[in-house]
């Protein structure tokens, strides 16, 4: 794969309250492509920030309808990964790639 893929399937760190408890655990968590499979995060993980990955969890969050000002409209589904490291390896996401 291309590093421009590897770019496309990480789309953003989850930064939240949740995710940074589940920091302590060695985990990290990424909104990835909708269309991305396991095995391509792990390889756009540990290619972009240098890890190495013990396994990888998915879910997708279902878009809300939502009305603003009496228009229905709604949000997009959003695939998150959930990326377990190996032990001793670490990501900060405060300095960005």
């Known amino acids: 794969m291309s590093r421009e893929r590897y770019y496309d399937i990480i789309l953003s760190p989850v930064i939240t309250e949740k995710s940074t408890y589940a920091a302590e655990d060695n985990k990290v968590v990424f909104n990835v492509a909708n269309d991305a ?9 540990e290619a972009l ?8 969890n998915t879910l997708v969050r279902k878009g809300k309808v939502k009305r603003f000002r009496g228009t229905v409209g709604k949000q997009k589904d959003v695939k998150k990964a959930i990326v377990t490291l190996e032990e001793g390896q670490t990501i900060d996401l405060a300095s960005g790639l």
């Open 49 to 56: 920030f240098g890890v190495k990955v013990k396994k990888v």
């Open 37 to 45: 499979t396991k095995p391509e995060i792990k390889a756009a993980v």
